[in-house]
């Protein structure tokens, strides 16, 4: 449900509330030797409640215009995998709540007629309100976990700018400049991965680093042909992305990061 109020044709609020909810299922077969109740083979429906409140403002005759909204979710009956003990089966039960509050907020500026600049910034804080034990009184998640399996795991702080200049020219040729950057901040933790005992232990899994990726481009545009000259990872970053064991405690971890630095010229034609 959503109600928005225009209070004049350069501002609107809203707020909005709504449910969502993600199908249950069957779990796989478990050995015989595995004490757990007939609830083992099937799990339920997880669901969300959730709230936002927000506003679109346009000044200076909209050339600068800020987009806003806070929200807050609230996630019951969370689905989530089972360790039996002494019998290493894993099952899917719905145990756990959790909690995201955040915001987000973009910004759009006209500087000149030629210069715009575009900011976006969020933030989210998502984490377990209790903690769960699991059929052998082992903790599946503590009290304010962060959401997700390492690295798998939001990044609190988003940041993405821009900033594009057009250059018109003689016939009514163009030029335009452009520049990106993008910022992921480290989730700090902690994590249900940290937990002796859990099914989803994996203590050698650090989450992702804080990442910053910038891209540039040049395009030239004359009637319906355009020609870019681009540059991508400018500065060549290369962080430790998506680590990855295949056991705990495993020595060896791998990673994946940013495409190396990317220099090249594209060709687009309009039919």
Not at 224 to 230: D, G, H, L, W
């Amino acid at each position: 449900m959503t109600l928005t109020y225009q209070a004049d044709p350069h501002n609107l609020y809203y707020t909005s509330v709504g449910e969502g909810f993600r199908l249950g299922g069957g779990n796989a077969g478990l050995a015989s030797i595995c004490s757990v109740t007939s609830s083992a083979n099937t799990f339920k429906s997880d669901h969300d409640w959730s709230y936002e409140v927000g506003a679109k403002n346009g000044l200076f005759d909209n050339h600068l215009q800020f987009d806003t909204s806070v929200f807050h979710i609230l996630w019951y009956q969370i689905q989530q995998a089972e360790l039996v003990p002494n019998c290493g089966g894993v099952y899917t039960n719905n145990v756990g709540y959790a909690v995201s509050n955040g915001f987000d907020m973009s910004m759009h500026a006209l500087i000149t007629e030629r210069l715009q600049v575009n900011v976006g910034v969020g933030y989210a804080d998502a984490h377990f309100t209790g903690t769960v034990l699991g059929p052998g009184g082992n903790p599946i998640v503590e009290k304010g976990d962060s959401i997700g399996l390492v690295p798998q795991v939001n990044s609190p702080w988003n940041v993405n700018t821009s900033a594009v200049y057009d250059v018109p020219l003689s016939h009514g040729d163009a030029l335009q400049f452009r520049a990106d950057y993008q910022y992921q901040s480290r989730n700090p933790g902690p994590f249900l991965t940290e937990i002796p005992g859990s099914s989803n232990y994996f203590p050698g899994l650090p989450p992702n680093p804080p990442t910053h990726l910038t891209n540039a481009r040049v395009t030239y545009t004359r009637g319906k042909v355009n020609v870019a000259a681009f540059v991508n990872n400018v500065f060549d970053a290369h962080p430790l992305l998506g680590s990855y064991q295949d056991a705990p405690n495993e020595t060896l971890t791998t990673f994946n990061t940013f495409r190396p630095r990317t220099v090249g010229v594209s060709l687009n034609v309009d039919f």
